[in-house]
T-cell receptor
């Protein structure tokens, strides 16, 4: 079991560029999430998905898009990157119940200059 | 209003001492879960302990215990016998059963430094 994997680990983007952060989980979890963590802060929810074909916005969705075509994959798309999107991005997955812990990927450190 | 409040930006403790990291939460749900995660300097998020709102006993996992006081809406993490490897950022998080997607709501974290 690889758990939750994310690629790339690091990326530097120029303002206005686009990119896709990849996330894959092999635990057959229905629920998947994207969070961002700004320096010295807790994680904030960007988007989440409760199953293939179903996605919804979290607390900070502006500037991002997601899709969920399979149970395993939940890519995050950044369009027209801005310096405010410099952050560490975590993908996570879980079973649906509130008591189930979320399993996190190792994170992607993104810098937009 | 903040749903998870961690008031201690930094805590310092000597090896082998116990330390308590504070967490208060705000929810109107009856069913919710409280989590603690550890984030070492390498950056990954490591699950430590979970407490359900209906659990009558305080959760324990090895050297970690959660001091759950429901009426006060507090869920403090107690680390007994601190080790140098406990130096990290610690996040308290809540998951509300009635929240769509049941995503975690995180506090801002507490940095724990353990010295020898």
């Amino acid at each position: 079991n690889a758990g939750v994997t994310q690629t790339p680990k690091f990326r530097i983007l120029k303002i206005g560029q686009s990119m896709t952060l990849q996330c894959t989980q092999d635990m057959n979890h229905n629920y998947m999430y994207w969070y961002r963590q700004d320096p010295g802060m807790g994680l904030k929810l960007i988007y989440y998905s409760v199953g293939a074909g179903i996605t919804d916005k979290g607390e900070v969705p502006n500037g991002y898009n997601v899709s969920r075509s399979t149970t395993e994959d939940f890519p995050l798309r950044l369009e027209l990157a801005a310096p405010s999107q410099t952050s560490v991005y975590f993908c996570a997955s879980s079973y649906p119940m509130a008591r189930n812990e979320q399993y996190f990927g190792p994170g992607t450190r993104l810098t937009v200059t | 209003a903040q749903k998870i409040t961690q008031t201690q930006p930094g805590m310092f403790v000597q090896e082998k001492e116990a330390v308590t990291l504070d967490c208060t939460y705000d929810t109107s749900d009856q069913s919710y879960g409280l989590f603690w995660y550890k984030q070492p300097s390498s950056g990954e998020m490591i699950f430590l302990i979970y407490q359900g709102s209906y659990d009558e006993q305080n959760a324990t996992e090895g050297r970690y215990s959660l001091n759950f006081q429901k009426a006060r809406k507090s869920a403090n993490l107690v680390i007994s016998a601190s080790q140098l490897g406990d130096s990290a950022m610690y996040f308290c998080a809540m998951r509300e059963a009635n929240q769509a997607g049941t995503a975690l709501i995180f506090g801002k974290g507490t940095t724990l430094s353990v010295s020898s």
